[in-house]
């Protein structure tokens, strides 16, 4: 049973729909539910299910030490597009070959969990990993954003920084110094590989939580300090900047 209520989640999950209609709500992004349709979810995201039809599919769902624990690579979930992005949507929709191959891997994945023996989290992993892989290559040529994983570690790393520290660290300089490389060359690095500066990175990240935190009811005030502003004023006004309305107006619309 899929529930309506809201829930954040604090792993990773892909969602891969077969049949079946309706919206999903993730953070306060609306999404039409439909066949061969894939939905990603990051560890803090609030998802919602407002089913329609009998949604059939597969739900896939790990946490960051499944993989980290075998491939020492601590930056590799960073390195998909489609996790933990405020840029390009949450979904794809894939032909019907391309989500055969998909459906292909998790029924292997299934197989390997009905008939568990010593070495399977070996297997599963090394499933696990070639359809992240797949999906974010599919992902790339969707929405037409890089899809080598190996492009620029500083990038990574930034990405990896920000989702850790974003409630103390609202400066370039700040995450710069962190990296060891220049304001500028950091700007220049996330322009090239999202599309956007450092700061709008930054800025995208703190706006997508202080939402998520005003859904959950909290105080302005509360929020405020929670994220280093240094007066409800301030606050009010930053956000008010990149959503046109305050964040009490926010809250009474939603």
Same mark, same amino acid.
Request: hydrophobic fraction near 35%.
């Given at each position: 049973?899929?529930?309506?209520?809201? /829930? =954040?989640?604090?792993?990773y999950?892909?969602?891969? %729909?077969? *049949?079946? $209609?309706?919206?999903f709500? !993730?953070?306060?992004?609306?999404?039409?539910?439909?066949?061969?349709?894939?939905?990603?979810?990051?560890?803090?995201?609030?998802?919602?299910?407002?089913?329609?039809?009998?949604?059939?599919?597969?739900?896939?769902?790990?946490?960051?030490?499944?993989?980290?624990?075998?491939?020492?690579?601590?930056?590799?979930?960073?390195?998909?597009?489609?996790? /933990? =992005?405020?840029?390009?949507?949450?979904?794809?929709? %894939?032909? *019907?070959? $391309?989500?055969?191959?998909? !459906?292909?891997?998790l029924?292997?994945?299934?197989?390997?969990?009905?008939?568990?023996?010593?070495?399977?989290?070996?297997?599963?992993?090394?499933?696990?990993?070639?359809?992240?892989?797949?999906?974010?290559?599919?992902?790339?040529?969707?929405?037409?954003?890089?899809r080598?994983?190996?492009?620029?570690?500083?990038?990574?790393?930034?990405?990896?920084?920000?989702?850790?520290?974003?409630?103390?660290?609202?400066?370039? *300089?700040?995450?710069?110094?962190?990296?060891?490389?220049?304001?500028?060359?950091?700007?220049?690095?996330?322009?090239?590989?999202?599309?956007?500066?450092?700061?709008?990175?930054?800025?995208?990240?703190?706006?997508?939580?202080?939402?998520?935190?005003?859904?959950?009811?909290?105080?302005?005030?509360?929020?405020?300090?929670?994220?280093?502003?240094?007066?409800?004023?301030?606050?009010n006004?930053?956000?008010?900047?990149?959503?046109?309305?305050?964040?009490?107006?926010?809250?009474?619309?939603?």
């Open positions: 049973m899929l529930d309506s209520t809201l /829930h =954040q989640v604090s792993f999950e892909i969602i891969f %729909i077969q *049949e079946g $209609s309706g919206t709500t !993730l953070d306060e992004n609306k999404m039409s539910i439909a066949p061969r349709a894939i939905i990603f979810i990051s560890p803090g995201q609030v998802r919602r299910w407002e089913i329609e039809e009998k949604v059939k599919g597969y739900t896939l769902f790990f946490d960051k030490d499944f993989l980290h624990l075998f491939f020492s690579d601590e930056l590799f979930l960073y390195r998909l597009q489609y996790f /933990h =992005q405020y840029l390009h949507p949450a979904e794809m929709h %894939i032909a *019907e070959r $391309s989500f055969g191959k998909c !459906l292909e891997l029924q292997e994945i299934e197989q390997e969990f009905e008939q568990i023996q010593n070495d399977s989290d070996h297997l599963i992993r090394a499933i696990l990993y070639q359809l992240l892989i797949v999906l974010n290559r599919y992902y790339a040529d969707i929405y037409d954003v890089q080598d994983t190996y492009i620029h570690p500083d990038f990574y790393r930034f990405r990896s920084l920000l989702e850790k520290r974003f409630l103390q660290d609202h400066t370039v *300089e700040t995450y710069s110094k962190l990296l060891n490389i220049g304001p500028g060359s950091l700007n220049k690095i996330c322009r090239q590989f999202s599309g956007s500066s450092a700061q709008q990175m930054i800025h995208q990240k703190l706006i997508s939580e202080i939402k998520k935190e005003l859904r959950q009811n909290k105080s302005a005030k509360e929020i405020c300090y929670q994220f280093g502003f240094s007066d409800p004023s301030n606050f006004r930053f956000f008010k900047k990149f959503t046109q309305i305050t964040p009490q107006q926010y809250r009474r619309k939603i």
